[in-house]
C-alpha cells in the first residue's frame, strides 16, 4: 500500500496526472514530457529510492488504444516498502522520453533494453546502445509489427564446412 | 602368404590402429547452454560415467579438445562464438549435435534460436532428445566412435570426400548459400 498523501502531494504538483488502482497497487498515468519530473519528485521528496524496472508494451493492434507505446517505470520506497508505478505513453514516430539515468544509475540498462527491444530513444542517457542483441541487429523484436520467427535475421550468418575448419 | 606371428604382435592398417587410438580418447569440449548441459554433466558423473568409453576428459579451452558437444540451444549472437571455438580446436575434430535445440532449434522457432547448428558448422551426431538422457547421449558417443573406426583416416582423407563439404541440406533448398556467405566472419582459425 502507499499514502494517500503521496498520491495526493504528487497529483497537485502536476495536474496532468491521472491515477488508477488496481488491487491495491497505484498507478499514476503522466505525459512523456514531465515523466522525468514525476519520477524526480518521487524520489527526492517522497523516498523512491529504488527503481525496479523500466519496461515498455506496445499496444499497436490492442483494441481501444489510443497511443502506441506504454513505457512503465517500477518505484519503490525502501524504507516504506511502498511501491508506486509510473506510466507513461509515446508514440510513432520516433518514440522519445527524457532519461532517467541521472535520477538512477540502475535506469542505465533498462533503458537500453527497451531502446534494444521497442526502439524507445531515451533523450540524455550516456551510452544508448543494443544490450542483448548483436550489433549488427537493425529491427526492434518486441514490437508488435515484428514477425514472430524474424526477417532471416537468424539465418544470415556465415557457414563454415569441414574443409574451411 | 603364410606368416608365422609371434603371440603378441597384431597386423593391421595405420589408419585402423590411429582411428582405435582417437576414438577412444575423445576430448570433449563442452559448449553447454540450456538444459541439455546438465544431462551432460550428468554423463560426466560418476553414475554414468563417461570414462568407460575414454571421453571424460572434459577440457574448458577448445585448444585442448577434439570433440565438441553443443548441448541446447544457440542464438544468433552465440553462432560467431561457436564457430570461433569450432575453429580453435585443433584437427581432428568431430561435433555432437545434442538435443533438439541444438540439432532443429527445438520449441524455439523465434528470430534469434538459430534453427539447428549444422547449418552454420559441420557436425557428425545428432542426439535427440528434450533432453537426451545420458543413456543417449553416451550412445551418440559410441556411435561417433564407429563412425570414427569406419570412416577416419591418419591424414584426414575422408574430410575431402564428395559431400562433405556441401552446404546443409536445408540451406540449399532454401536457395540461400552464396558465396561471400560461405566466408568465416572470424577471418582464419588462428584468432
Given at each position: 500500500m502507499i499514502r494517500p498523501e503521496i498520491i495526493a502531494a504528487v497529483c497537485q504538483q502536476f495536474p496532468q496526472a491521472t491515477r488508477s488502482e488496481f488491487r491495491g497497487q497505484v498507478r499514476l498515468v503522466v505525459p512523456p514530457s514531465v515523466v522525468h519530473d514525476v519520477l524526480q519528485t518521487l524520489k527526492q521528496e517522497h523516498g523512491f529510492d529504488l527503481l525496479v524496472d523500466v519496461t515498455c508494451v506496445d499496444y499497436l493492434y490492442y483494441r481501444g488504444a489510443t497511443d502506441r507505446f506504454g513505457l512503465v517505470y517500477l518505484l519503490a520506497n525502501t524504507a516504506t516498502n511502498e511501491r508506486i508505478t509510473v506510466r507513461t505513453f509515446v508514440n510513432d514516430p520516433e518514440p522519445r522520453v527524457r532519461s532517467v539515468v541521472d535520477l538512477w544509475e540502475a535506469a542505465n540498462w533498462l533503458e537500453r533494453e527497451v531502446w534494444d527491444m521497442f526502439g524507445i530513444r531515451f533523450e540524455g542517457h550516456p551510452d544508448l546502445r543494443r544490450i542483448l542483441?548483436?550489433?549488427g541487429f537493425e529491427a526492434f523484436p518486441l514490437r508488435k509489427d515484428y514477425p514472430l520467427q524474424g526477417r532471416g535475421e537468424r539465418h544470415n550468418l556465415p557457414v563454415l564446412t569441414r574443409r574451411e575448419s | 602368404m603364410a606368416v608365422d606371428l609371434p603371440d603378441n604382435v597384431v597386423v593391421t592398417r595405420l589408419d585402423e590402429l590411429v582411428n582405435w587410438c582417437r576414438k577412444n580418447s575423445l576430448w570433449p569440449m563442452p559448449f553447454a547452454t540450456a538444459c541439455c548441459g546438465i544431462e551432460l554433466m550428468a554423463t560426466g558423473?560418476?553414475?554414468?560415467?563417461?570414462a568407460r568409453f575414454g571421453a571424460e576428459v572434459f577440457r574448458f579451452s577448445p585448444r585442448q579438445c577434439d570433440l565438441m558437444i553443443v548441448a541446447g540451444r544457440v542464438v544468433m549472437k552465440m553462432m560467431p562464438v561457436l564457430q570461433r571455438i569450432w575453429l580453435q580446436m585443433p584437427e581432428p575434430k568431430w561435433c555432437i549435435s545434442m538435443g533438439a535445440c541444438a540439432s532443429t532449434g527445438g520449441v524455439f522457432d523465434t528470430y534469434s534460436v538459430v534453427q539447428g547448428i549444422d547449418r552454420f558448422i559441420p557436425v557428425d551426431v545428432y542426439v535427440p532428445g528434450c533432453p537426451p538422457r545420458p543413456e543417449q547421449l553416451l550412445r551418440g558417443i559410441m556411435d561417433l566412435q564407429d563412425k570414427i573406426q569406419r570412416q577416419g583416416t591418419m591424414f584426414g582423407r575422408e574430410l575431402d570426400a564428395p559431400g562433405r563439404n556441401v552446404p546443409p541440406l536445408a540451406l540449399r533448398a532454401e536457395g540461400r548459400i552464396s558465396a561471400e556467405a560461405r566466408k568465416p566472419a572470424g577471418g582464419s582459425g588462428q584468432a
Open positions: 542483441l548483436p550489433e | 558423473a560418476s553414475r554414468h560415467d563417461v
